[in-house]
């Protein structure tokens, strides 16, 4: 069986995405006891994250070639903006976070180092390059959710059920699908080289997602 490309992704970070189930932010947040001021911190730092991450997307229009390759990365942005980013602020309204806190909160300097790393990445490279430095992100947070799903009652609490199920959800994990879709067509025939460096993308943008649970974790500090 021939590996796509987002096979051969997935392989060289499966042991850093293993490593996010035992993350003690990812396991409070299914059993139900992480607290809530950790909680509240993460949804801020992780708004401000989204609206860069959108950035990326938007970066991929300008950098298409055809018509058909802008409009799915355009419905991408919008899937960011009215879609995932309808989940924070679902939980923001309930946590009494404003947006007057978030635009006036500084984004955490891990959070700006994974921010300016995708972004880079997408200046400098084209499309594949773009469309890369994303998929750890989304891909990653399906695969948090659909492990905490097979915990009993993770979906149903009253507080973390949400996020869960948002992951989860038809609509997030067909996102996720035309991202990897992308991936796999832009990715068809690289060369090793090309290819040895759209894998470190992944890996450096997962590592990054790492970072991110531990401060999360540990509200900055």
């Given at each position: 069986?021939?590996?796509?490309?987002?096979?051969?992704l997935?392989?060289?970070?499966?042991?850093?995405?293993a490593?996010?189930?035992?993350?003690?932010?990812?396991?409070?947040?299914?059993?139900?006891?992480?607290?809530?001021?950790?909680?509240?911190?993460?949804?801020?730092?992780?708004?401000?994250?989204?609206?860069?991450?959108?950035?990326?997307?938007?970066?991929?229009?300008v950098?298409?070639?055809?018509?058909?390759?802008?409009?799915?990365?355009?419905?991408?942005?919008?899937?960011?903006?009215?879609?995932?980013?309808?989940?924070?602020?679902?939980?923001?309204?309930?946590?009494?976070?404003?947006?007057?806190?978030?635009?006036?909160?500084?984004?955490?300097?891990?959070?700006?180092?994974?921010?300016?790393?995708m972004l880079?990445?997408?200046?400098?490279?084209?499309?594949?390059?773009?469309?890369?430095?994303?998929?750890?992100?989304?891909?990653?947070?399906?695969?948090i959710?659909?492990?905490?799903?097979?915990?009993?009652?993770?979906?149903?609490?009253?507080?973390?059920?949400?996020?869960?199920?948002?992951?989860?959800?038809?609509?997030?994990?067909?996102?996720?699908?035309?991202?990897?879709?992308?991936?796999?067509?832009?990715?068809?025939?690289?060369?090793?080289?090309?290819?040895?460096?759209?894998?470190?993308?992944?890996?450096?943008?997962?590592?990054?997602?790492?970072?991110?649970?531990?401060?999360?974790?540990?509200?900055?500090?």
């Amino acid at each position: 069986m021939i590996m796509q490309l987002t096979d051969k992704l997935f392989e060289s970070s499966k042991d850093i995405w293993a490593g996010y189930l035992q993350q003690p932010f990812v396991k409070e947040l299914g059993e139900g006891t992480l607290d809530l001021e950790k909680f509240r911190y993460y949804m801020i730092q992780d708004y401000r994250y989204l609206l860069q991450y959108a950035k990326v997307f938007a970066l991929g229009v300008v950098k298409s070639r055809d018509e058909a390759l802008m409009r799915r990365f355009a419905k991408m942005v919008n899937d960011t903006l009215d879609g995932e980013m309808k989940i924070h602020k679902a939980y923001m309204a309930r946590l009494g976070i404003t947006e007057e806190e978030v635009m006036n909160t500084p984004s955490h300097f891990i959070n700006s180092a994974y921010t300016s790393y995708m972004l880079d990445e997408a200046f400098r490279g084209g499309v594949l390059e773009v469309i890369t430095a994303v998929l750890s992100c989304a891909w990653s947070y399906q695969y948090i959710a659909a492990h905490l799903n097979e915990i009993p009652g993770a979906a149903a609490h009253p507080t973390f059920g949400e996020w869960v199920q948002g992951y989860t959800s038809e609509e997030y994990c067909n996102g996720t699908q035309d991202i990897i879709d992308v991936v796999n067509e832009l990715g068809d025939h690289l060369s090793a080289e090309d290819e040895a460096h759209i894998i470190e993308i992944f890996v450096n943008c997962s590592i990054h997602e790492k970072h991110f649970w531990d401060m999360a974790y540990n509200m900055g500090a």
